[in-house]
């Protein structure tokens, strides 16, 4: 099975910071990558898709990065809607998810 | 717009069995893939697998092989996840998202969540 692991698990960040996020393939996945946003009792928002493609409706501060093992995750100016969970899933094969990054106020 | 309801909480026992809904609109259903998503309480994400409302093409996970059937009802356009010998750890919120073709596993749209607690 492909595992993957993302850092920080948590993230500490102000109003308008960059914030950069890591997530990690135990092998290579290419570009089979996806990014989501999930806030306390909702399901999980698609932000990011095939490693760097932006989903519908989501605003162009997000932005995603990487190829192979190693990925990012880019917001450009933190907005108070961002203070959530962040989670990688790589769908190469079959599918896993990353254990999650809680971006939270400083 | 495209829309996921699923069916409500379900209290069930270990051992037992749970069957979970998942009702599409505002698509094309049989165009699309569903995966089947769940989260333990205070937990990360875990793929339980994904279906083609095409064909009913399926893929499982290992450790849920044996254990897990998704099907689908295009003339209803909704998917269901079937969930066989519970036990405590299957205790978590289950969601249903749209995906793609076989291969592209990723969720673009979800729906509300349906509770499943495990509990004698």
């Known amino acids: 099975d492909i595992q993957m692991t993302q850092s920080p698990s948590t993230l500490s960040a102000s109003v308008g910071d960059r914030v950069t996020l890591t997530c990690r393939a135990s092998e290579s996945i290419n570009t089979w990558l996806a990014w989501y946003q999930q806030k306390p009792g909702k399901a999980p928002k698609l932000l990011i898709y095939t490693a760097s493609n932006l989903e519908s409706g989501v605003p162009s501060r997000f932005s995603g990065s990487g190829s192979g093992t190693e990925f990012t995750l880019t917001i450009s100016s933190l907005q108070p809607d961002d203070f959530a969970t962040y989670y990688c899933?790589?769908?190469?094969?079959?599918?896993?998810f990353g254990p999650g990054t809680k971006v939270d106020i400083k | 717009q495209v829309q996921l309801v699923q069916s409500g909480p379900e209290l069930k026992k270990p051992g037992a069995s749970v069957k979970v809904s998942c009702k599409a609109s505002?698509?094309?259903?049989?165009?699309?893939?569903i995966s089947w998503v769940r989260q333990a309480p205070g937990q990360g994400l875990e793929w339980m697998g994904w279906i083609s409302a095409k064909n009913g093409n399926t893929k499982y996970p290992q450790r849920l092989q044996g254990r897990v059937t998704m099907t689908t009802d295009t003339s209803t356009s909704t998917a269901y996840m079937e969930l066989r010998s519970l036990r405590s750890d299957d205790t978590a919120v289950y969601y249903c998202?749209?995906?793609?073709?076989?291969?592209?596993?990723?969720?673009?749209?979800w729906g509300q969540g349906t509770l499943v607690t495990v509990s004698s």
């Open positions: 998202a749209r995906s793609g073709g076989l291969g592209t596993y990723w969720g673009d749209s």
């Open positions: 899933q790589q769908y190469s094969t079959y599918a896993t």
């Open positions: 505002g698509y094309t259903f049989s165009n699309y893939g």
